[in-house]
Nanobody, 115 residues
Framework: QVQLMESGGGLVQPGGSLRLSCAASGMIFSIYAMAWYRQAPGKQRELVAA???????SYVDSVKGRFTISRDNAKNTVYLQMNSLKPEDTAVYYCNAARSTKWDWGQGTQVTVSS
């Protein structure tokens, strides 16, 4: 059974930084492309960033140049470094497979950007 556990969220002022982590278990992590998603209140969940098993990354336009996705296959963990945070980045952040067929969602981690 695949389990995803996100952590690292919190309250941060505009312009601040956070680093999110997602620990995965129950599958061969290294063979899967992984992604970070987010869901803001009243909005649909959206893909934010993705990384292939080989380390190729992609981002939604709104976070390009500010967010960096990375992975550590030895630790079965995917990270999201978020810099220059804006109020519109406020959302619950989740990790999951970067494909249409996803595993059960974890609880996510809340990121709130506010002064």
């Amino acid at each position: 059974q695949v389990q995803l556990m996100e952590s690292g969220g919190g309250l941060v002022q505009p312009g601040g930084s956070l680093r999110l982590s997602c620990a995965a278990s129950g599958m061969i992590f290294s063979i899967y492309a992984m992604a970070w998603y987010r869901q803001a209140p009243g909005k649909q969940r959206e893909l934010v960033a993705a990384i292939t098993h080989g380390g190729i990354t992609s981002y939604v336009d709104s976070v390009k140049g500010r967010f960096t996705i990375s992975r550590d296959n030895a630790k079965n963990t995917v990270y999201l470094q978020m810099n220059s945070l804006k109020p519109e980045d406020t959302a619950v952040y989740y990790c999951n497979a970067a494909r249409s067929t996803k595993w059960d969602w974890g609880q996510g981690t809340q990121v709130t950007v506010s002064s």
